[in-house]
C-alpha cells in the first residue's frame, strides 16, 4: 500500500480545492495527514479559509447592490418618533 506524502508545496497548491470540497478522497486524506504534522500548514489553511468566505460574501455583495440604496430610504422615512419633551423645570421655593 502505497502512501502518499505531502508536502508543503502541495498544501498550498491544493487548499483551494481542499477548501472547495474538490479533493479525491485519497488526496484529502493525505492533505490533513500533513496538517497533522504541520502547524504552518494549518495556519495557512486557516487563513485561506477566511479569505475565501471574505471573497465569496464580496461576490454576494457586488450582487445585491440596491439593497444598500432599499435600506437607507428604510431609515429615511423611518421619522423619529421621540415626541419634544418638556421638562418643566419647577422651582420649589
Ligand atoms: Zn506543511
Redo the contacts with the bound molecule.
Sequence with gaps: MRREI???QQ?VDLVTEFLEGALAEAEREAFEE??A??P??VA?VGQMRITQRLTAQLRHGAAGDGLRGRLLDAFRSRRSPWPGRHTGDTEAG
Design positions: 505531502l508536502v508543503c498544501i500533513h496538517l504534522t504541520c504552518d500548514c495557512h
